[in-house]
């Protein structure tokens, strides 16, 4: 498994690792790759990134965890959705796959997205054909989900269990492409946890209790309930734990140019701080076992 995939992704911490924490950014990549061809304003396209995440959470490494991120940007292919979760109606010619598209994928941001954002309209003035969709899931999405279930299994033979926060960053506001109303406003951070299957819920309870303890609004499974990266890798039963972490983008960064705000210091440290309780977290209860 390679530390780096020029333009597919990067992972650091790992030989530095010291604790069953795995971190993972899928969304924050903005290399645009030559051949995505889309029909939009490059500008619009970038709402569609969780940018700086990756950044906003690099202060868990000093606490001894690893961090996976992608390059690539998610509305060219997106690594937090199956690879059989698109419209074949968007898709020119026959894919060696069989695909069953969900929700997401209604909403035009299945495995390759169809509709800009934030206003919903048609990414593409054409289809995609399926040599190129093919080629999209092999050189980029299909790396980086195996390369983070690799990071997992490497950390859970090592440490007995593996501790997986999937870490995302979300509009102020319900876009036309959200299942919400249009404008419906966020807190400042959602969990999820798909309904408490993911990961043992005295974890998400712990999370919730440090970011509301901080003056934080926080929910629960709504908007969000995570996606295949948790729903395909949480499995409390067998010592596999994983949680989605959405923060507010106003928190810290303006929407329209991307760049950090005066709270983007505080986000940053506040994950630190949050990577350093869940340190705390994991060796209470490996004190309570002994």
């Known amino acids: 498994m390679k530390d780096h995939i020029p333009d597919v992704l990067t992972i650091e911490g790992r030989d530095e690792q010291t604790i069953p924490l795995v971190l993972d950014s899928p969304h924050s990549g903005t290399t645009y790759p030559d051949d995505f061809r889309h029909a939009v304003d490059p500008v619009k396209l970038r709402h569609a990134e969780d940018t700086h995440v990756h950044d906003l959470w690099r202060g868990g490494l000093d606490h001894g965890a690893v961090l996976l991120h992608a390059h690539f940007p998610r509305s060219y292919i997106d690594p937090n959705r199956r ?149 395909d890798n949480g499995a409390p039963d067998q010592g596999r734990h994983s949680i989605q972490i959405e923060v507010n983008r106003k928190t810290h960064m303006d929407e329209a140019t991307r760049e950090p705000n005066e709270g983007y210091g505080e986000i940053k440290g506040l994950f630190s701080d949050l990577s350093g309780r869940i340190a705390d977290f994991l060796a209470e209860r490996t004190e309570a076992r002994s």
């Not at 033979?157 to 919400?180: I, K, L, P, T, Y």
């Not at 309870?205 to 995570?226: C, Q, W």
Request: contains cysteine.
């Open 83 to 231: 690879e059989t979760d698109m419209d074949p109606g968007a898709i020119e010619g026959a894919m060696p796959i069989t695909l069953e598209p969900g929700e997401k994928s209604r909403l035009g941001i299945g495995l390759c997205w169809t509709r800009e954002p934030p206003g919903g309209g048609p990414l593409y003035d054409r289809k995609l054909g399926a040599d190129e969709v093919m080629a999209r899931i092999e050189t980029y999405h299909r790396p980086y989900q195996q390369t983070l279930r690799a990071l997992l299994d490497e950390t859970h033979a090592r440490f007995g269990e593996v501790w997986h926060v999937n870490c995302h960053s979300m509009q102020e506001v319900a876009s036309a492409m959200s299942d919400q109303a249009r404008g419906t406003p966020r807190p400042d951070f959602v969990l999820g946890d798909r309904d408490g299957t993911t990961c043992a819920p005295e974890f998400t309870a712990m999370i919730h209790e440090f970011l509301t303890g901080r003056g934080y609004s926080v929910a629960i499974n709504d908007p969000y309930k995570g996606q295949a990266l948790i729903a």
